[in-house]
């Protein structure tokens, strides 16, 4: 019996704790203060007083929230890092924004579906209180439905749709003036870049929308990942199971010579060679950028949290590593500029003001992917041009 009472409670909690963001953070000048009372007691109420405020992450989405694999190095230090240390530019802001508000942070490690199905609905982690937000996720309209966002921390995410290249001519399998009628399209399982925000984006090769009919338009293939990454749905496109792919733009780059659990650098080396992008600059399917906080709908975390955050956007800290990861070649980690960015980008060394009072502006799009090389052909760079 007690045996059994174990196995129920494991599957009750099926969260890890893995880091204390506090921990990492920089000294506070007043420590004792939240002692006292946690950041849970004082932002949502109740009597856990011993409790930190619990931000959970898949571990496996860089550059905003990933767990390292042996030998990594922190992108805003270059200090090299031991391995199963979160990190990301979302954990490392939720950090920040922790501290700016003295606010004791934890990061648990969950699966994706614990946050957001892939079917389209809020996760059973995140509503029944597991924890108290998933961190780095994007706004879209269907997803407003089922739970609350706070202040995005970077910009929107262009998405793209990637298609093999036939290896004899390396001409691509679905051609860019394709409506995708009848074609098998693979999907990341959890990301907001589902198959139904395809058919309400444009085509700019044909100038119409992708058919998202489902009589005849395309044929969604949810590539659902056991580590809640896009491989599964890399593999479904290069096994032929799916002639395309519909994720981020900057998937390729984000992924190649990834070390983390859960990531096949191997499938991310083969733009222009094994596959292409047919577009790259699909914003219709969100309604902002990546934000620090999607949570259970009527939580009051949001309008609490909503200022640490925006304090951490006007610090010379968030100029600074933007700049860091970009130059990490994480280009869309695309930041709402404030009045230190002109400093970071000249390199000037930066100091950890939290105080600054700058406003952040609005969004705009994302640049598109860096290209591939090394192939023949009009698709060689890694994207194909309308005539393709």
């Known amino acids: 019996m007690r045996a059994f009472n174990r196995v129920l409670l494991a599957l009750a909690f099926p969260i890890v704790s893995l880091f204390d963001a506090v921990a990492a953070a920089p000294a506070r000048s007043n420590a004792s203060s939240y002692s006292a009372e946690s950041a849970r ?161 444009r085509n700019t090769c044909a100038n119409e929308t992708f058919n998202g009919s489902p009589v005849d338009g395309l044929i969604a293939l949810v590539a659902d990942d056991p580590h809640g990454g896009p491989d599964a749905a890399m593999r479904a496109l290069l096994d032929g199971d799916a002639d395309a792919l519909y994720a981020y733009a900057s998937l390729i780059e984000d992924r190649k010579g990834c070390k983390q659990l859960g990531c096949d650098a191997s499938l991310y080396d083969g733009l222009g060679t094994k596959y292409a992008w047919i577009h790259v600059d699909m914003l219709e399917y969100q309604v902002n950028g990546t934000t620090l906080a999607m949570t259970k709908k009527g939580s009051p975390l949001i309008d609490a949290f909503n200022p640490c955050v925006r304090s951490v956007m006007r610090s010379t800290w968030y100029a600074d590593a933007c700049a860091r990861y970009a130059a990490a070649g994480f280009d869309d980690v695309e930041c709402y500029p404030n009045a230190h960015f002109e400093a970071a980008e000249e390199g000037d060394d930066l100091d950890d003001d939290l105080g600054d009072d700058a406003d952040a502006p609005s969004p705009s799009p994302a640049p598109a992917p860096a290209s591939g090389g090394g192939g023949v052909g009009k698709c060689a760079s890694g994207r194909c041009p309308c005539d393709a």
């Open 41 to 201: 007691a004082r932002l949502l109420g109740g009597d856990r007083d011993d409790d930190a405020l619990l931000f959970a992450i898949t571990g496996n989405y860089e550059p905003y929230e990933y767990v390292t694999g042996a030998g990594e190095r922190d992108v805003l230090t270059g200090d090299a890092l031991p391995a199963d240390v979160p990190t990301g530019f979302a954990v490392e802001s939720i950090k920040r924004a922790c501290d700016a508000c003295d606010l004791s942070c934890e990061f648990v490690l969950a699966d994706a579906a614990d946050c957001w199905t892939s079917g389209g609905f809020p996760g059973l982690g995140l509503q029944a209180g597991h924890f108290d937000a998933c961190a780095a996720y994007t706004a879209t309209s269907r997803r407003q439905l089922g739970v609350a966002f706070g202040d995005a921390v970077s910009r929107p995410r262009a998405a793209g749709i990637l298609t093999r290249l036939d290896p004899s001519t390396r001409e691509p399998v679905v051609r860019p003036t394709d409506d995708l009628s009848d074609v098998v399209v693979a999907v990341v399982g959890g990301y907001a870049t589902t198959a139904r925000s395809i058919g309400a984006s």
